[in-house]
């Protein structure tokens, strides 16, 4: 695909043809991008040097994932959050989500500029008003921020890290 003059052409590095694909994150230390294929339940690995994506499956879907401190990754399940290692080895529950009324599922998720994790959450059908919009603290207290929504999705701050934004 060719852009406008003085942009940059795109190429397609991965035809991943994920039935959900999200969750972009990349990894500096490893060099490596992090994303999601939600309904497929499959966290992937890909390695832009060497051209290789490596999908991990995991036992729920997965709505998005975060980078740890310690070089781990959190993954916002349907109602949990879990820890994976870099392998793709599930070390454990680190937390259940809230109950719901109806069936919701995690959807996109991002750690803001303070290292709290916000995670949209939605009817699987994706139905209006029945989607959240969560806080995890570093003390793993969870705040709901925002209810009656549909499908939040796109999370984003801006660079003095007082406004956030999502669609």
């Given at each position: 695909m060719t852009l406008?003059?003085?942009?940059?052409t795109l190429e397609l590095l991965l035809p991943a043809r994920a039935e959900v694909g999200e969750g972009p994150v990349w990894d500096p230390d490893r060099g490596v991008l992090w994303w999601v294929d939600i309904t497929a339940r499959i966290?992937?690995?890909?390695?832009?040097?060497r051209g290789i994506d490596t999908p991990f499956e995991?036992?729920?879907t997965v709505g998005s994932i975060a980078l740890r401190w310690d070089g781990s990754l959190l993954l916002a399940l349907a109602d949990r959050l879990a820890v994976m290692d870099a392998e793709g080895e599930l070390e454990g529950d680190l937390?259940?989500?809230?109950?719901?009324?109806?069936?919701?599922?995690c959807n996109d998720g991002k750690c803001d500029p303070r290292g709290r994790?916000?995670?949209?959450?939605?009817?699987?059908?994706?139905?209006?008003?029945?989607?959240?919009?969560?806080?995890?603290?570093?003390?793993?207290?969870?705040?709901?921020?925002?209810?009656?929504?549909?499908?939040?999705?796109?999370?984003?701050?801006?660079?003095d890290g007082r406004s956030m934004y999502f669609l």
């Open positions: 406008p003059e003085g942009q940059r966290v992937h690995r890909y390695e832009p040097r995991v036992d729920s937390l259940p989500l809230p109950e719901s009324d109806s069936p919701t599922r994790f916000w995670i949209g959450r939605m009817a699987p059908d994706g139905a209006t008003g029945r989607g959240s919009l969560l806080r995890i603290d570093g003390d793993l207290t969870i705040t709901h921020r925002l209810d009656g929504l549909a499908i939040p999705n796109g999370l984003g701050w801006s660079l």
